[in-house]
């Protein structure tokens, strides 16, 4: 039960907005258990039912064994999924191995060379169904992690979680339980962006480091809503991020001059014009639901867009954009700036595993490892190589 906890608690976040004939019901999933309430919020609600880990749980297990917690489609292609997950997770791993560190490590997929991206994730995947060659994996990855531990060089890219991965591997070889449903499929079902995610988004600040306290400095200040929707246009510029809402790789926020855009999968859009943000700013943080007064403090004597216009660093790994720079004066300050650029790409890689990143490099845009040789197969677009420290 335990480990069925521990992993409920990484699987939901945030929240979920569900519609229904009996009106609209929100679900909020906090560190004591999922919280529940009829409306359109449930983080803060007095009148919210929680249901711990434990029990939810508990609960599912029950509708599994019962038959109505997934459908028979679901049920039967659950463990070749994870399989396929598992396999394209360990193509990717194998692939961004450093030049030394792929003649030495994991030789058991030594044959996967031969093989094309996606002929080889099926490969692996069929491959870790055989016991005998999981096994033999297994070992391989246990060797690997322990000498990365030591060197973190062997990875070139290191958005990577083999621990997670070895232990996925293991899973399946437990014993395994068979459920049966007399579900054909799943309800229809509608949802909605609830209240308590907008307001962790706003909550969140805009992409720049340190955006946080600048707005609750800025907002604990006399200034009128004029000057406040000033200030949050250049604080939040032009742009995006993704997995805004819930940590939900369906959901996007988008930010321009008419103000701040929320959207997630089977959802409507949320459209917030900056007087709306502004007056939600204010309430979260006279609810004490922003920033810290300790982390406005902090920034109330720093950089503000009001105050200065915002340097334009070389390398951001919040956004994951570089500037266009000048041509470095001699080999080792190119090297350096390299040295940056893959830092960044790495931050940003490792927040967004699912995502293929984007980076700016003078006036053109760069994709490193596993993202470049996925988007020259899709795009039809040659790859090249060079050396980056």
């Not at 396929?84 to 194998?94: D, K, S, Y």
């Not at 900056?274 to 943080?285: A, E, G, H, P, S």
């Not at 960044?344 to 490892?369: A, H, I, M, T, W």
């Amino acid at each position: 039960m335990e480990d069925h906890v521990s992993f409920l608690r990484r699987l939901y976040h945030g929240g979920y907005g569900l519609n229904t004939d009996g009106g609209k019901f929100t679900a909020w999933y906090a560190e004591e258990g999922l919280r529940f309430a009829q409306g359109i919020s449930a983080e803060y609600r007095p009148d919210a039912r929680i249901l711990t880990w434990t029990e939810a749980a508990e609960r599912i297990e029950g509708m599994l064994t019962a038959g109505t917690f997934a459908s028979n489609v679901e049920l039967e292609e659950a463990l070749g999924t994870e399989r396929r997950q598992i396999g394209e997770a360990v193509w990717f791993l194998r692939q961004d191995l450093s030049e030394d560190a792929r003649d030495r490590y994991l030789p058991s997929l030594a044959d996967m060379e031969r093989y094309p991206a996606d002929a080889g994730r099926d490969r692996i995947a069929d491959r870790i169904a055989e016991p005998e060659f999981r096994s033999r994996f297994e070992e391989d990855l246990r060797v690997f992690i322990t000498d990365y531990a030591e060197n973190r060089d062997l990875l070139r890219f290191r958005y990577h979680h083999p621990d997670e991965l070895l232990a996925r591997v293991e899973e399946l070889d437990l014993p395994m339980r068979s459920f049966s449903s007399a579900l054909p499929e799943l309800p229809s079902v509608s949802a909605f962006i609830t209240e308590d995610e907008i307001d962790r988004t706003l909550g969140a600040g805009s992409s720049y480091e340190g955006a946080r306290g600048r707005i609750a400095a800025y907002f604990a200040e006399e200034h009128t809503s004029r000057e406040k929707i000033a200030f949050l246009k250049k604080e939040y510029g032009e742009g995006g991020r993704s997995h805004a809402l819930s940590l939900s790789s369906g959901s996007m926020e988008d930010y321009d001059s008419r103000g701040i855009r929320l959207r997630k999968q089977d959802c409507v859009d949320v459209e917030l014009s900056w007087t709306n943000v502004v007056k939600r700013i204010d309430r979260l943080i006279g609810q004490g639901r922003y920033a810290g007064p300790q982390e406005a403090e902090q920034n109330r004597n720093g950089r503000t867009p009001e105050a200065e216009e915002p340097a334009e660093p070389e390398n951001d790994a919040e956004t994951g954009v570089t500037t266009p720079v000048s041509e470095p004066q001699n080999a080792s300050e190119r090297e350096r700036r390299e040295e940056d650029w893959i830092t960044g790409y790495n931050s940003l890689k490792e927040r967004y595993p699912d995502e293929l990143v984007l980076f700016q490099v003078g006036d053109f845009y760069e994709l490193f490892g596993e993202d470049a040789r996925r988007a020259a197969e899709i795009l039809d677009l040659g790859l090249t190589m060079r050396e980056i420290p």
